[in-house]
């Protein structure tokens, strides 16, 4: 059991760490709202600053209610998926690796709101004139565990109830 624990905590610890990192090279290397190619017609690494949710959601300048709420929506989220970890029955490592991820994933762009005031985004794909909104390893990690454990739960066979004779 706390071997569970373990894992969970450093997993989500190296997403949290692995997001930091990424986010102060590019602050560093890439003026803000400058894009650099790494594969022409596909992808760029951008310097943009996001107040809103992942992928640009809600990224509207100037307005603090609706920064404090995301902010607040936050807390209560990884507050409630360490409640829900810690009461969870399933001490499988597939599980354990998917609510690291959500975590490391959530405190990481945590992080860069009580801190910052927004959250740098810096992936950015497109094809033609078609582009994905840019985002983080945060974002990539919020994804990816919350698949995961939708994954999981719902493809876990569920216990079946007894039948009762003659009903």
């Not at 760490?17 to 400058?34: F, N, V």
């Not at 990224?59 to 920064?67: H, L």
């Not at 709420?69 to 009461?87: E, N």
């Amino acid at each position: 059991m706390k071997k569970r624990y373990a894992v969970f905590g450093l997993l989500a610890g190296v997403i949290i760490a692995l997001d930091q990192i990424t986010k102060i090279i590019i602050s560093r290397t890439i003026p803000l709202y400058d894009s650099v190619p790494v594969i022409n017609g596909f992808f760029n690494l951008v310097h943009i600053h996001n107040r809103g949710m992942a992928f640009g959601l809600m990224n509207r300048p100037g307005n603090d209610i609706t920064f404090r709420i995301l902010t607040f929506i936050t807390l209560v989220a990884v507050i409630g998926l360490l409640i829900w970890y810690i009461k969870l029955n399933d001490t499988s490592w597939k599980v354990t690796i998917a609510f690291s991820l959500i975590l490391g994933g959530a405190v990481g762009n945590l992080i860069d709101r009580l801190y910052l005031k927004k959250v740098i985004d810096f992936l950015d794909f497109y094809v033609g004139s078609w582009r994905w909104p840019a985002f983080n390893v945060a974002d990539s990690a919020i994804t990816v565990g919350t698949c995961l454990l939708a994954y999981f739960l719902f493809s876990t066979p569920q216990p079946q109830k007894e039948k009762i004779p003659g009903k």
